[in-house]
């Protein structure tokens, strides 16, 4: 329903440092519809760009939940990735150089 990570959710560490991935992720969406028990399925390799994964999607991402052939809410394990990339911006290019024209 509602949730996201934002590119400013980047730690500052990791992306000073230059340091992206994707982190794989398996996580419990209970019958409140809020997240539990986020754990990493496959590292980024960064220790920090997992841990916030998980953090966020726990504190912000809810969910309509699953429901039994009753129509009863159930607990339901999502797995997904998420990527972290650092958007680099364009070099500027250099302003052209001045043409020289010849008067012959």
Same mark, same amino acid.
Request: aromatic fraction near 8%; include cysteine.
């Given at each position: 329903?509602?949730?996201?990570? *934002?590119? #400013?959710?980047?730690? &500052?560490?990791? !992306? ?9 992720? %398996? ?6 519809g809020r997240v539990r028990e986020c754990t990493?399925? *496959?590292? #980024?390799?960064?220790? &920090?760009?997992? !841990? ?9 991402? %809810? ?16 797995v997904e990735n998420h990527s972290w990339m ?19």
């Open positions: 329903m509602r949730g996201e990570l *934002r590119d #400013s959710d980047y730690p &500052e560490g990791a !992306a000073e440092a230059g340091i992206g991935g994707t982190v794989g992720v %398996r996580y419990l969406v209970w019958t409140d990493i399925t *496959r590292s #980024s390799g960064s220790a &920090e760009l997992d !841990a916030t994964t998980c953090r966020l999607i726990e504190q912000r991402f %809810r969910f309509r939940p699953s429901r039994d052939e009753r129509g009863r809410p159930v607990p339901a394990r999502i650092i958007h680099h911006e364009p070099a500027e290019e250099p302003p052209p150089r001045p043409r020289r024209r010849f008067g012959f």
